[in-house]
């Protein structure tokens, strides 16, 4: 059974950072394609950054662009969301995702695993 446990959030300042970070574990986490989400009480769940499973392919939402970076270690199992430059607006649960054929996407439907979340609160 394949298992995602995001950490890192908590409450920081706007223009503050913090980084998440997701292990992943009972899969093959080095052919996953990995993404972060952020849903809102009311709102869909949005695509905030993905990575395919070789590295060689990012891509960020147009709302982070400049300011958030997603990064992986395959040793470790785990996808990392650096978060600088925050906003108010970023506040939101965060949640990781697996993607079984490696390809990085933007839809939710195409993830195959999901973390339960981290809580991201910034103060203006």
């Known amino acids: 059974q394949v298992q995602l446990v995001e950490s890192g959030g908590g409450l920081v300042q706007a223009g503050g950072s913090l980084r998440l970070s997701c292990a992943v574990s009972?899969?093959?986490?080095?052919?996953?394609?990995m993404g972060w989400f952020r849903q809102t009480p009311g709102k869909e769940r949005e695509f905030v950054a993905g990575?395919?499973?070789?590295?060689?392919?990012?891509y960020n939402a147009e709302s982070v662009k400049g300011r958030f970076t997603i990064s992986r270690d395959n040793a470790k199992a785990t996808v990392y969301l650096q978060m600088n430059s925050l906003k108010p607006e970023d506040t939101a649960v965060y949640h990781c995702?697996?993607?079984?054929?490696?390809?990085?996407?933007?839809?939710?439907?195409?993830?195959?695993?999901w973390g339960q979340g981290t809580q991201v609160t910034v103060s203006s």
């Open positions: 009972g899969g093959i986490f080095s052919t996953y394609a």
């Open positions: 995702a697996a993607d079984r054929d490696g390809i990085v996407d933007m839809r939710l439907d195409d993830y195959d695993y």
């Open positions: 990575i395919s499973w070789s590295d060689y392919s990012r």
